[in-house]
């Protein structure tokens, strides 16, 4: 256990459905990630935020997937109006800026199954 | 942007062996981090190892080590005296946001 946690842990939802997924980071990380990850392939950077601030967006975050982070505490990925290709794994991780460089600690994701 | 490739899909070695997975990436930075992450099947994905750019010495971590080379942008991770709790999904990235698509290792007993 890295200390992320994630929740739901699965979810299947049919399409056109809005879903929301939850992210406990390790309480004194500031950093907070979310990728998802599809059969075979590595994490997709989605977004991150540092505190509250979400400091970038990847272009596969369409206006369809929105991230919050209020009090730069845990933070929620939502996605409206789901379609069959987001059936993915999504992943949080969270990190400290040290002097080891942005080390991620992942949590276990939620594997989302879009009928 | 950056890119980071993996050419060996899956990898099979002999417990107790050594075995070298392959990365190259591309960036434009001068100043950067890489990391070999394992994703156990069903598990969380955790660091085996990380390398800051400007070092020059190749990081080890026990079984572990890599072979940075910068100026050919290649950083290959190579487990010693293999064991089966190591087969799993190995990832290379950089700077924590971009992945490579992975290598699958086979611990064969």
């Known amino acids: 256990d890295t200390g992320v946690s994630q929740d739901p842990r699965h979810k299947i939802t049919k399409r056109g459905q809005n879903v929301t997924f939850r992210c406990d980071p390790i309480?004194?990380?500031?950093?907070l990630y979310w990728y998802r990850q599809t059969l075979g392939q590595g994490p997709e950077f989605l977004t991150y935020?540092?505190?509250?601030?979400?400091?970038?967006k990847s272009r596969l975050l369409s206006d369809r997937f929105s991230a919050e982070r209020p009090k730069g505490s845990f933070s929620t990925l939502e996605i409206q109006r789901t379609e069959q290709g987001d059936s993915a794994m999504y992943l949080c991780?969270?990190?400290?800026?040290?002097?080891?460089?942005?080390?991620?600690?992942f949590g276990p994701g939620t594997r989302l199954t879009v009928l | 942007a950056q890119t980071v490739t993996q050419s060996q899909p899956e990898m099979s070695v002999q417990e107790a062996e050594t075995v070298t997975l392959s990365c190259t990436y591309d960036t434009s930075e001068s100043d950067y981090y890489l990391f070999w992450y394992k994703q156990p099947p069903s598990r969380q994905m955790i660091l085996v190892i990380r390398q800051e750019a400007y070092k020059q010495q190749n990081a080890t971590e026990n079984r572990f080590s890599v072979n940075f080379q910068k100026a050919a942008k290649s950083f290959s991770l190579k487990i010693s005296d293999s064991q089966l709790g190591d087969a799993a999904m190995y990832f290379c990235a950089i700077d924590g946001l971009t992945f490579g698509k992975g290598t699958h290792l086979i611990i064969q007993p």
């Open positions: 309480s004194e990380h500031n950093r």
């Open positions: 935020f540092q505190n509250e601030a979400q400091l970038e």
């Open positions: 991780a969270s990190s400290f800026p040290g002097t080891s460089g942005y080390e991620q600690f």
